[in-house]
Nanobody, 116 residues
């Protein structure tokens, strides 16, 4: 079992920045893939970006160039640095860990609201 806890969400003005954190209950960051997802009201959950065990990162086209995924294995924490935020980035952001047996673990989510 793995527990994931997101933090760092909040209210920010357009053009602002936030950094989200995803803390894992044990050392998993280099075990397998992890990712950030988001779900806006009335919409399906969508991929923001993923980081593989080897550290390869991909981003969705909607956030590429503005968001950055990183990790700190010593702290068992993955980060999502979000810059140049837009109102359409408003959503609940979730982190996910996929273990090697095919199980997915999700955090509880953290709300990000971009509004003036």
């Amino acid at each position: 079992q793995v527990q994931l806890v997101e933090s760092g969400g909040g209210l920010v003005q357009p053009g602002g920045s936030l950094r989200l954190s995803c803390a894992a209950s044990r050392s998993i960051l280099s075990d397998n893939d992890m990712g950030w997802y988001r779900q806006a009201p009335g919409k399906q959950r969508e991929l923001v970006g993923t980081i593989t065990r080897a550290g390869f990162i991909i981003y969705s086209t909607s956030v590429k160039g503005r968001f950055t995924i990183s990790r700190d294995s010593a702290k068992n924490t993955m980060y999502l640095q979000m810059n140049s935020l837009k109102p359409e980035d408003t959503a609940v952001y979730y982190c996910k860990y996929s273990d090697r047996t095919g199980n997915d673990y999700w955090g509880q989510g953290t709300q990000v609201t971009v509004s003036s």
